[in-house]
């Protein structure tokens, strides 16, 4: 396989550039956390390692340094196509080099090889209550493959430490290429009539999204999909999907098991929701207005009104981001060019054009653009996805592509078991000023 050749070649780089810092300043501090920090789930705080993606407060996030737009700009696309094969993206952000056509179409050829679904994981679905959520479907679905992992049958049978990493890329590899069938296989038994359908091998992964949910006529919507899911792929290793796959995977759990853990995690309203509050919000707007688009002065009075009771604008605001996110602006352009006449997407920008200066006024966010939740559901509704819990699904296909990646990098640096120390409140106390008291002070007074 010549990805994993190219890689090979890459972690050998890598891996000696890192025994090298440990050695020349193994010592050297390089991060420090204030007590505010480590009361609140250390924010902001340096304390993960990943070349494959970061988030530029300024600019916003960077695929292995690539801003979205030269990535979306120079990975190899299908024909007539406007945005890039996931197999081309897959191969960038393993190796950090753009990929030729043929190297994108080595992935994509992987991931068809791959892509069947056993009989059991389809029967274990079937039987699961009408009522589960579809995120429990796919937390289960991915630990059903579990059986399957060439790394426990490699670990078992002596595998060296220093090919960890290629167990692991073959077992992200065989999950990767699965996700969209496993998602479709969801949607089908969850929201249709239970029909799973077999991959068109004349469609890329992303576009074969859209055909086994009985879409593949729609070519916007293909297009979608591959966008879609290339914005979606990764942020950093720092979020809650990704650190909780870094964290299972450092005890040498595979990609299974770290994966189910991972969405377990995105399936926190506090992470993987956001889309489907958004859309939710736009909806109660055209709602409230008798299903007509409000003018700009009804719709300022409307979002004054959200925001004096207490309440947030869904979709608005980023942890980092001091900027639009680029992959709402993409979305957005989406929109503009197969849906400009949609309401919901007429809203979408009216509340754009309203929201960042009305923050502003107030003066309690620190971030007031919007993030890529903002506009993320409002395009998958306008396409016929009008299931809102389905949304995290989508999310969580496109989210393994990054983790995986990350999951390969981390057994090639050899990283260890991931094992912070923890310690009581009066060690806190004892450590900032000795016999100070806080005991009566309430929790909203230091955090």
Not at 181 to 199: H, Q
Not at 384 to 393: A, H, I, P, S
Not at 411 to 430: C, G, W
Request: with cysteine; glycine share 8%.
């Amino acid at each position: 396989m010549e990805l994993s050749k190219r890689l090979e070649e890459k972690i050998r780089e890598v891996y000696e550039q890192v025994r090298y810092l440990v050695a020349v300043s193994g010592e050297t501090i390089i991060s420090q956390v204030s007590l505010r920090q480590f009361l609140s789930g250390n924010r902001g705080v340096d304390l993960l390692l990943s070349d494959v993606s970061y988030v530029d407060p300024f600019d916003g996030l960077h695929y292995r340094g690539l801003s979205i737009n030269q990535v979306l700009n120079l990975l190899p696309k299908p024909v007539d196509c406007v945005f890039p094969y996931a197999g081309g993206l897959y191969a960038f952000l393993l190796t950090g080099e753009i990929p030729a056509l043929d190297e994108a179409l080595e992935v994509e050829n992987i991931w068809k090889d791959r892509a069947a679904i056993p009989d059991y994981v389809i029967r274990m679905l079937k039987a699961m209550p009408p009522d589960t959520h579809p995120m429990t479907m796919l937390s289960q679905a991915i630990l059903a493959l579990q059986s399957q992992s060439k790394f426990v049958q490699g670990y078992n049978n002596g595998l060296q430490k220093e090919d960890h990493w290629r167990a692991t890329l073959e077992d992200s590899l065989d999950l990767t290429a699965k996700a969209p069938s496993l998602a479709a296989a969801i949607y089908n038994i969850k929201y249709g009539s239970g029909e799973v359908r077999e991959i068109d091998p004349n469609l890329d992964w992303s576009a074969n999204f859209a055909h086994l949910i009985n879409k593949g006529w729609d070519l916007h919507y293909q297009e979608l999909c591959r966008l879609f899911f290339l914005l979606h792929a990764d942020q950093g290793t720092g979020n809650v999907s990704a650190h909780t796959a870094c964290l299972v995977n450092s005890a040498l759990s595979d990609v299974y098991y770290s994966c189910s853990a991972a969405m377990n995690g995105l399936a926190g309203p506090l992470h993987g929701r956001a889309n489907q509050d958004s859309l939710e919000w736009l909806l109660g707007i055209m709602e409230f207005f008798g299903g007509k688009l409000p003018t700009l002065e009804q719709l300022a009075a409307y979002i004054w009104d959200t925001l004096d009771r207490g309440k947030v604008i869904p979709g608005y605001g980023h942890a980092v981001l001091r900027c639009p996110d680029p992959r709402f602006v993409a979305q957005f352009e989406f929109g503009e060019k197969y849906m400009a006449d949609d309401d919901l997407f007429k809203l979408a920008g009216m509340v754009y054009q309203l929201v960042p200066d009305i923050l502003k006024k107030q003066g309690k966010a620190k971030g007031v653009w919007p993030n890529i939740d903002a506009i993320s559901g409002t395009l998958q509704y306008h396409c016929g996805l009008k299931e809102f819990d389905f949304y995290t699904v989508l999310f969580g296909v496109g989210r393994l592509l990054g983790i995986t990646i990350n999951l390969v990098w981390n057994r090639a640096l050899l990283l260890p078991l991931e094992r912070p120390q923890s310690i009581t409140i009066e060690m806190v106390r004892d450590r900032l000023h000795g016999t100070m008291d806080i005991s009566g002070l309430g929790a909203d007074t230091y955090l």
